[in-house]
């Protein structure tokens, strides 16, 4: 089946102790992307990948770290985690970013106390 | 900057109703639009996308219109049902493969 894999779903951590999120996806797609989720702020683009070892950053990338070593996996890494990441987090991936639709994996629910 | 606004923040219903969703944003030079739909506790799936060359894209019970000159589109729902019950969500993608998400439009459909 195809589709995107979030780990954990759920994370309770905190402030200062490092942390990954893993996304993998099994549909050889290109492109990938990490998005938070906030009341009232909407979606919004944490970093983008167009290929394995290109990365960039989307509108709030402070405070996160991305990595594209194979084109299946794209870790969210926080280095120290502080209360405002607190969120939850969606990876999403399309074969083209920008002409195909976008898959969205499960989300995974941070908390950082 | 692009802003994307989608009202009305939630919407209700009866079912069999035919209605419609609304989408607007400030910068028309868009790659392309897609709207998704959002289920509680899960992730976001994409329902319809258009390209900026296209007017409308239709899918089912499901017709999306792009007026890019003007900065709206609408995701129009024929014969709803109770399973359409989710938030539907828009986002316009400019350059660069960023997208912008509009917050929002909570639909309800009751029995």
């Known amino acids: 089946e195809a589709q995107v894999t979030q780990n954990p779903r759920y994370l309770i951590t905190v402030t200062g102790k490092k942390l990954t999120v893993t996304c993998s996806q099994n549909?050889?797609?290109?492109?990938m992307s990490w998005y938070r989720q906030d009341p009232g702020l909407g979606l919004r683009q944490i970093y983008y990948s167009m290929n394995v070892e290109v990365t960039d950053k989307g509108d709030v990338p402070e405070g996160y770290k991305v990595s594209r070593k194979e084109k299946r996996n794209f870790p969210l890494i926080l280095e120290s985690p502080s209360p405002n990441q607190t969120s939850l987090y969606f990876c999403?991936?399309?074969?083209?970013?920008?002409?195909?639709?976008?898959?969205f994996g499960s989300g995974t629910q941070l908390s950082v106390l | 900057k692009q802003e994307v606004t989608q009202i009305p923040a939630a919407l209700s219903v009866p079912e069999g109703e035919n209605l419609v969703l609304n989408c607007s944003f400030t910068?028309?030079?868009?790659?392309?639009l897609q709207w998704f739909r959002q289920d509680p506790g899960k992730g976001l799936t994409s329902l319809l996308l258009?390209?900026?060359?296209?007017r409308e894209q239709t899918s089912g019970r499901l017709n999306a219109s792009l007026d890019k000159s003007s900065g709206r589109s609408t995701l129009y729902i024929a014969a709803s049902q109770p399973g359409d019950s989710a938030t539907y969500l828009c986002a316009v993608q400019k350059g660069a493969q960023k997208l912008v998400f509009g917050q929002g439009t909570r639909l309800t459909i009751n029995p």
């Open positions: 910068d028309s030079a868009i790659y392309n």
């Open positions: 258009i390209q900026s060359s296209q």
């Open positions: 999403a991936s399309s074969f083209m970013g920008g002409v195909e639709k976008l898959f």
């Open positions: 549909m050889n797609h290109e492109y």
